[in-house]
């Protein structure tokens, strides 16, 4: 059997892209995988913040149009840039095992966000993080920073920057564990839902494909992932709009925890709600969280940031 999976170009896309093709090849020994490197949209436009050229849509569609066309079987993501509602007729063939979770706070000079000076530049286009950043260091100058992991690094060496925000896992991943500083850590400092996680997509009636997915799909992440996109889901969240969550699960795999925030990357203000809830039913905790947002005033904070 051979299977073919589409991926963007970047380092870190082909990075996990490579990763899933040698869990499969593990798995499968007489599989042979082929990755198929593709440009997107998202890829290609880094003068403006996605959520003006149209959201993290943008790095999936060449890749579903590639496996309706037969070009490709599945297509691997980072889970954080999978839009809350699939497009039929796609689904997620696996969820692997979250790697690190956390923001880092990354900077040549100064070890942590509270050391920065008055006024310190801070890149990053999220604005999730903006929001989060506000509340925390409303003197700061938040500037956008757009491009794959290396080019982020490499303006931030050039001086545009005292400091970036970036994912620790696709740090990690690339090799660049050194240049975090510090871990931006839960619950204080909550990350995108899914950030973290890689998912492998495919069409839902390929019936084949799916099956051979299921050995790398990993039960505990996909419960807590699922809480915090349906948290989002219920929140109408896009890049749109700065909403953060991250769910943890007991030790004996009965019990979830969910942190939600809404903010607003304009002046700082946040909206926090938490919940506990039976790891059967991560879609429950999730509304249940989202509901809890709105009754504390997210609504206004979400309608604020659509404007």
């Not at 440009?39 to 880094?46: I, Y």
């Not at 920065?116 to 999730?128: E, H, M, W, Y």
């Not at 219920?234 to 709009?241: D, E, F, M, P, Q």
């Not at 909206?271 to 989202?290: C, F, M, T």
Request: charged share 25%; with cysteine.
């Amino acid at each position: 059997m051979k299977l073919r999976i589409a991926t963007r170009k970047s380092p870190l896309a082909l990075w996990q892209s490579e990763h899933v093709a040698e869990r499969l090849r593990a798995a499968h020994p007489d599989l042979e995988v082929e990755l198929v490197p593709m440009s997107t949209r998202g890829d290609e436009v880094l003068d403006r913040s996605l959520a003006a050229i149209g959201g993290k849509g943008l790095f999936l569609k060449e890749l579903e149009v590639a496996m309706l066309r037969d070009e490709a079987d599945c297509a691997v993501h980072s889970l954080k840039d999978v839009p809350m509602e699939l497009e039929p007729p796609f689904a997620l063939a696996a969820i692997l095992t979250r790697a690190d979770a956390a923001d880092a706070f990354v900077s040549n000079r100064y070890e942590h966000l509270d050391a920065l000076p008055q006024g310190a530049i801070v890149g990053t286009s999220s604005l999730r993080r903006q929001a989060q950043l506000r509340a925390r260091r409303p003197d700061l100058q938040l500037r956008d920073l757009r491009g794959n992991v290396n080019t982020r690094l490499a303006k931030l060496d050039a001086g545009e920057y005292d400091a970036i925000v970036l994912a620790c896992a696709g740090l990690q991943r690339l090799g660049f564990d050194a240049r975090i500083r510090a871990r931006l850590l839960p619950p204080e400092w909550l990350p995108a839902p899914a950030q973290g996680a890689v998912a492998v997509e495919c069409r839902a009636d390929d019936a084949a494909t799916m099956a051979l997915f299921a050995a790398l799909d990993d039960a505990d992440t996909r419960c807590c992932v699922e809480a915090e996109r349906a948290m989002n889901r219920a929140l109408h969240g896009s890049c749109h709009v700065p909403v953060a969550a991250f769910a943890t699960i007991s030790a004996d795999g009965a019990e979830l925890q969910l942190h939600g925030l809404v903010g607003s990357a304009e002046d700082g203000r946040a909206v926090r709600a938490d919940g506990i809830g039976a790891s059967r039913s991560p879609e429950d905790l999730g509304k249940a969280v989202a509901a809890r947002l709105l009754a504390r005033g997210a609504g206004d904070l979400l309608d604020a940031a659509l404007a």
